[in-house]
């Protein structure tokens, strides 16, 4: 999945800021209830002071059962 982030300060005549954020996401177990995702964030303007962030999560629908069940 790609995301295109912006952002703005809310103060008249800001720029707006833009970011792309390449990521894949994978079930770690049968049920599927949970699964990990990773991506890098990389910004596309004014990118002076602005780095390149790697970013990961772990998503638990805790509704399809419990953390450890279904593996």
Known sequence: ???LLAARELVSGEKI???ILPQIQVTL???RNVRFNF???L???ETEG???TV???ILWDWFDGGF???W
């Open 39 to 41: 991506g890098i964030r």
């Open 50 to 52: 602005r780095s390149t």
């Open 43 to 45: 910004p596309l303007n």
């Open 55 to 57: 970013m990961a999560y």
């Open 1 to 3: 999945m790609i995301e």
């Open 17 to 19: 800021i833009y970011d």
């Open 29 to 31: 177990n049968r049920r």
């Open 68 to 70: 450890f069940e279904g």
